[in-house]
């Protein structure tokens, strides 16, 4: 509020509105001219009232920020490495997958069909065959158990594909009568002991078998791909 004795008003500088004062002896006769503003005790400028809030906003995010990022390096820090590109090794290589050593020895991809043979033990004809759909791609693998207890090897993860790594259809029926009614990944391996089996897989007859991939499990991100020249 400002008082302007020689006008005889009191003004309100924000409410623009002026005020008669009372009586002039309120003050005495012959006093000096008094202005009183109160504008800076209780007021700010609109520009002063957005740095203060700059200010404040400044203060409080950027350690916020500074801790985020903090965390966020030390998070991907303690993620596991990427999976790069898959190992590939050649017929014939040994790959190690957990506690084993998987070698494919070979592969024949003439055949039509695959025949189980008569059980001698038995007083009738027992012979089966199963034909390919299109052909048969005969897969000779083998299995040594490595490691220092009896384990059962992870044949779910052994896939087969083309060379756009399309998956190829594996025939149980063929791979049955192909191993003589056995399937000797069904059972624990000892430690230092091999097993040879026959992968059986029905290739379309325009399609070429390129690959055989085999990894710790079915999801596993390390991958090996043994290249199969048929």
Not at 38 to 50: G, N, S, V, W
Not at 51 to 56: E, N
Not at 160 to 168: D, F, H, I, K, Y
Request: charged share 20%; aromatic share 6%.
């Amino acid at each position: 509020m400002e008082i302007d004795q020689s006008a005889g008003v009191m003004r309100c500088p924000y409410c623009r509105r002026e005020i008669p004062m009372p009586s002039s002896q309120t003050f005495g006769a012959g006093m000096p001219h008094v202005t009183i503003s109160t504008a800076r005790m209780f007021t700010q400028t609109p520009e002063a009232m957005r740095r203060r809030v700059l200010v404040t906003l400044a203060i409080l995010v950027v350690p916020m920020l500074v801790i985020g990022v903090v965390l966020s390096s030390v998070l991907f820090s303690s993620l596991p490495d990427s999976p790069g590109e898959p190992e590939e090794v050649a017929v014939g290589a040994t790959a190690r997958v957990q506690s084993f050593e998987a070698t494919v020895r070979g592969v024949d991809c003439t055949k039509q069909t695959v025949t189980k043979p008569d059980d001698p033990a038995t007083s009738y004809d027992d012979t089966f065959t199963e034909a390919a759909k299109g052909k048969f791609c005969v897969v000779t693998f083998s299995v040594k158990n490595v490691g220092e207890k009896t384990d059962r090897y992870p044949a779910s993860s052994i896939v087969a594909t083309n060379a756009t790594e399309r998956v190829l259809d594996r025939s149980t029926v063929a791979e049955n009568f192909a191993n003589n009614g056995t399937y000797p990944l069904d059972e624990p391996i000892d430690p230092g002991k091999t097993v040879d089996l026959l992968l059986v897989f029905d290739v379309p007859v325009d399609t070429t078998l390129a690959y055989l991939q085999i990894s710790d499990d079915l999801f596993a991100d390390g991958v090996i791909k043994v290249k199969i020249d048929s």
